[in-house]
């Protein structure tokens, strides 16, 4: 059984993704859409293939079959460097900033897409690239603030808790400005305050922003989603909305089946 | 330093600063030298010069590389052909002059930079290490597959500075016969590899004369005789006719340093921009994680490539400068040992910090120094002399590796965090 639902003109959508990794079939046919401006979230138990789906939208994985369509246009050869440049960005599983950088620098890299100066006018330190870095900082900044970890902002992310090393990684995400934003397990490791804060955010961000939540804290989901996307084994096997899916005896059973292995 | 500036511009007039204070101190200190420092002060530069590109390579962008003596050779081989071979500029018409072939020898360096980072972007670790091994064994061997154009084994002997009104028109050959035998009595007291001195391409396998064999092929015999000043406008002033026009109180030493202070400044200049701003973080985070620096917009190949062709470009003006030091370029003036020993003083300088670039330059002009002046105490044997050198830098590299991976610069650095209780910033 095929889940499709009748979108009209969702942002960002899957067609028939199949994906085969050391020989293993993890996505299998599947075909996802989100609609512009919403928060459409993707659940599944553990290697349901999830991230896997974020890999291939972003292009670190390439689909044997299947395409990938943002305003209803095909995307070819997806870089995922370029990725910001479509409006698109995403955070990954975990935090993933980097080590040697400043809460703010990493910040900054966030809006790579937007530096236009090239090497050679680094190289000679034109007036307009330090322009250039001080309108970064000041947007990452305001994004920083907005995420409340301003005053971290000079720290390495080897000193701050968990839950600020997610928010900081959050607002890398959100610095480039992204229609869409693809948040991989962004309640992972935080405490309920802070989920709460965290559905707040998320719900603040629509309907000027689209956002794809892949998440396994059902409270946030059920909470924030208009719209549910169910994964199992590679496979859509349900979608919805939160009421709709809450109830669905196949999603029940792939949850079930997981917590029996478990 | 940076956080105290904040207006457009404000990176160019600091680092421009600070680069000019820097050179102007130097050059004040080289020309109250003898000419024995004056050489010394040159090589720290030059030094200085190809670890700048190796703290970015190395350091910054995470990648290994046993061959920055190979791109140094391409800067060297370059200036020395474009120098000897070219009698004007192509298009421009005008009559050449060294810096021409600097200039080259940078554009040069470049370009080869781009090539090998476009292959090495795509190899991790080992297959890196092995490409950039198989170029500094690989690239001197070029000299002797081409002797008409690059001197074969016994290299090609060039006239410092660059001779007014250029060299002869290439008919009458320049360069010295393949054989180092034919070398005049006269010619071999230049600064220039005596037939003992040139080392086989087997010996430097061996690594005997690592890391001495720069050294010992700019002086051949670091002696009294050295530090006469009467022994030391030898480098081939005389051979080429120029003398003449040259003022008694010329001192080619002190010119060279020159260059290589200038030089040296220019690469600091460029290298302080590129780390200090942007491009310093993009090489870091690359580094660090190149998938999240994928998903932050940053093309990890790109980031990897810049930082080849960055390194490059100052391994080959390091390189067109050490031609002008030694009078000359040969295989054996740029194998292996000086591509190791690049890597020995990035990591005893701090493979992360512009500072640790020529604080690894001058460990390494220092140190033969200082184990050679133990010797002559000690009444070592020559054997020993050559190699404790070696022994002494694979020592330090692993002491340095163990305890202090951040090498001097880095050390320090943590020493001051921890009194300050401050994140480390590097570079
Ligand atoms: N590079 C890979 N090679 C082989 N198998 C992989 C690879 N990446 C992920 N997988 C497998 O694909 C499945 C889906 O993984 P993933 O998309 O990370 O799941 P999720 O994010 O839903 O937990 C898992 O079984 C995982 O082991
Ligand atoms: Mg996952």
């Known amino acids: 059984?095929?889940?499709?639902?009748?979108?009209?003109?969702?942002?960002?959508?899957?067609?028939?993704?199949?994906?085969?990794?050391?020989?293993?079939?993890?996505?299998?046919?599947?075909?996802?859409?989100?609609?512009?401006?919403?928060?459409?979230?993707?659940?599944?138990?553990?290697?349901?293939?999830?991230?896997?789906?974020?890999?291939?939208?972003?292009?670190?994985?390439?689909?044997?079959?299947?395409?990938?369509?943002?305003?209803?246009?095909?995307?070819?050869?997806?870089?995922?460097?370029r990725l910001t440049e479509l409006g698109i960005a995403r955070t990954l599983q975990g935090v993933g900033l980097f080590p040697s950088l400043t809460a703010l620098e990493n910040v900054m890299l966030g809006g790579s897409s937007r530096v236009k100066s090239g090497i050679i006018a680094q190289a000679l330190a034109m007036p307009w690239t330090d322009t250039e870095q001080a309108d970064l900082r000041e947007r990452a900044l305001a994004i920083m603030t907005e995420l409340g970890v301003e005053s971290d902002a000079s720290r390495l992310p080897g000193e701050l808790p968990y839950p600020i090393q997610k928010r900081v990684a959050l607002a890398r995400a959100l610095v480039s400005d992204p229609k869409i934003l693809l948040l991989d397990e962004p309640a992972g490791g935080i405490s309920a305050g802070d989920m709460a804060d965290l559905a707040r955010l998320i719900m603040s961000w629509v309907p000027k922003r689209t956002v794809l939540l892949v998440e396994h804290h059902m409270e946030l989901v059920m909470k924030v989603c208009d719209l549910i996307w169910v994964l199992d084994a590679g496979k859509v096997i349900a979608a919805g909305t939160p009421e709709v899916v809450r109830q669905d005896p196949a999603v029940l059973a792939a949850y079930l089946g997981q917590e029996g292995a478990a | 330093m940076t956080s105290l500036l904040r207006f457009p511009g404000a990176r160019l007039v600091s680092h421009a600063a600070f680069v000019i204070i820097i050179w102007f101190l130097v050059m004040r200190l080289n020309d109250s030298v003898d000419p024995l420092a004056n050489y010394y002060i040159a090589l720290v530069a030059m030094y200085a010069t190809a670890m700048f590109g190796m703290?970015?390579?190395?350091?910054?962008?995470?990648?290994?590389?046993?061959?920055?003596?190979?791109?140094?050779?391409?800067?060297?081989?370059?200036?020395?052909?474009?120098?000897?071979?070219?009698?004007?500029?192509?298009?421009?018409?005008?009559?050449?002059?060294?810096?021409?072939?600097?200039?080259?020898?940078?554009?040069?360096?470049?370009?080869?930079?781009?090539?090998?980072?476009?292959?090495?972007?795509?190899?991790?670790?080992?297959?890196?290490?092995?490409?950039?091994?198989?170029?500094?064994?690989?690239?001197?061997?070029i000299a002797n597959r081409f002797p008409e154009l690059l001197g074969g084994e016994s290299g090609l002997m060039l006239t410092v500075p660059y001779p007014e009104g250029g060299y002869a028109p290439v008919e009458e050959e320049v360069f010295v016969d393949s054989s180092a035998d034919t070398l005049s009595g006269d010619a071999s007291t230049m600064a220039v590899p005596s037939a003992d001195a040139a080392v086989s391409p087997d010996d430097m396998l061996t690594m005997d004369n690592f890391p001495t064999t720069d050294a010992s092929a700019a002086v051949p015999s670091v002696d009294a005789s050295v530090i006469d000043p009467g022994a030391t406008d030898m480098s081939g002033v005389d051979l080429s006719g120029t003398g003449d026009l040259i003022d008694a109180s010329f001192i080619i030493e002190r010119w060279q340093a020159g260059l290589a202070i200038t030089v040296a400044c220019i690469a600091a200049f460029i290298a302080l921009n590129l780390v200090r701003g942007r491009q310093g973080r993009v090489w870091r985070a690359v580094r660090d994680d190149s998938v999240a620096a994928a998903v932050a917009g940053i093309s990890p190949a790109k980031a990897k490539v810049s930082a080849f062709a960055v390194s490059s470009l100052f391994a080959a003006l390091a390189g067109a400068v050490f031609a002008q030091i030694l009078s000359y370029v040969g295989p054996g003036a740029f194998g292996l040992g000086l591509s190791l020993s690049l890597l020995v003083g990035v990591v005893l300088g701090g493979r992360s910090s512009l500072l640790g670039a020529v604080i690894g330059g001058l460990l390494l002009v220092w140190l033969p120094e200082f184990v050679l002046s133990l010797s002559e105490k000690g009444g070592w044997g020559d054997q020993i002399t050559n190699n404790a050198p070696n022994l002494i830098y694979g020592l330090l590299v692993v002491l340095v590796v163990l305890l202090a991976p951040g090498g001097i610069v880095g050390s320090v650095q943590m020493l001051i965090a921890k009194v300050t209780r401050r994140a480390p910033k590097g570079v």
């Open chain 1, 1 to 81: 059984m095929r889940y499709v639902l009748p979108l009209t003109d969702p942002v960002l959508s899957t067609r028939s993704i199949c994906v085969t990794l050391s020989g293993l079939r993890i996505l299998d046919d599947v075909s996802i859409g989100i609609p512009k401006g919403t928060v459409t979230g993707l659940i599944g138990p553990n290697g349901a293939g999830k991230t896997t789906v974020f890999n291939v939208i972003s292009g670190f994985v390439k689909p044997d079959s299947g395409e990938i369509r943002v305003d209803g246009r095909k995307l070819k050869h997806i870089h995922p460097h």
């Open chain 2, 55 to 141: 703290v970015i390579l190395v350091g910054l962008s995470g990648q290994v590389s046993l061959g920055n003596g190979a791109l140094m050779a391409v800067g060297g081989y370059v200036f020395a052909v474009t120098s000897l071979h070219w009698q004007t500029v192509p298009i421009l018409g005008v009559p050449w002059n060294g810096w021409w072939s600097m200039v080259f020898a940078a554009v040069g360096g470049i370009v080869v930079g781009l090539l090998i980072g476009g292959i090495a972007a795509r190899l991790r670790g080992p297959y890196l290490a092995g490409l950039t091994l198989g170029l500094a064994v690989g690239v001197p061997a």
